[in-house]
């Protein structure tokens, strides 16, 4: 069965340095999707890609924050300036094939990213 | 209450008892999904119902929506110690932006 896969499982960054999270969206998927989770707390939207452009953005995706899909097949979120308080799980998903049918947004198994 | 909002927040029974978790919502919406997470890990995506649906089942899982009220459940049937983990319910605002609840943690007890 078809899955999203993200790299690195696991990332250890200084405050202050960039990281880039990657993902590889289902295959005939349109849309994509950035969420994180704090320790604890609830999963939290941040960005919807589509079209090779942001679709919608909550308020915690900020000029820190990037996206982009550099080819056919990867999906990236860049954190320019890391802060303690970026450090979350962070998951990529993806939804609508070719037919425009499924809504259903399957997610990767995360990055934890940590910053220190 | 915040959009999906789960209740309860934690939950534990017997392998075997059927286990019910609830969610409530404010705006209209166009489906709700429900997913599972083991501690720590990726989110399983478990079922999807429309707003123009009330119930769907999907092997051991029941999920009904009354767009009424704002709320869906999720009814877990004759639990095994490997559904342990903890749910959420997650609505789409009318676009294509999921909202997560709180999720409600399940311990099933062999």
């Known amino acids: 069965e078809p899955e999203v896969t993200q790299t690195p499982s696991h990332q250890v960054t200084q405050m202050g340095q960039e990281v880039i999270l990657r993902c590889v969206p289902i295959?005939?998927?349109?849309?994509f999707y950035w969420y994180r989770q704090i320790l604890g707390q609830k999963v939290e939207f941040l960005v919807s890609?589509?079209?090779?452009?942001?679709?919608?953005k909550s308020e915690i995706f900020d000029d820190q924050f990037s996206v982009e899909r550099p080819d056919g097949s990867n999906f990236t979120l860049k954190i320019r300036s890391t802060k303690l308080e970026d450090s979350a799980m962070y998951f990529c998903?993806?939804?609508?094939?070719?037919?425009?049918?499924?809504?259903?947004?399957?997610f990767g198994p995360g990055t934890r990213l940590l910053v220190l | 209450s915040q959009q999906g909002e789960e209740d309860p927040q934690a939950l534990s029974i017997q392998e075997g008892e059927n286990a019910t978790m609830n969610c409530s919502y404010k705006?209209?919406?166009?489906?709700l999904q429900w997913y599972r997470q083991n501690s720590g890990r990726g989110l399983v995506h478990l079922i999807l119902?429309?707003?123009?649906?009330r119930e769907k089942h999907s092997g051991r899982l029941r999920v009904t929506l009354d767009t009424s009220k704002k709320s869906s459940s999720l009814l877990i049937t004759a639990s095994r110690a490997a559904d342990t983990a903890s749910y959420f319910c997650?609505?789409?605002?009318?676009?294509?932006?999921?909202?997560f609840g709180t999720g409600t943690r399940l311990k099933v007890l062999a």
């Open positions: 998903a993806s939804s609508f094939d070719l037919a425009g049918v499924e809504e259903t947004q399957y």
């Open positions: 295959s005939n998927h349109l849309y």
């Open positions: 890609f589509y079209n090779n452009e942001i679709s919608e």
């Open positions: 705006t209209s919406i166009n489906n």
């Open positions: 119902i429309r707003s123009n649906e």
């Open positions: 997650a609505t789409d605002e009318g676009t294509y932006k999921y909202i």
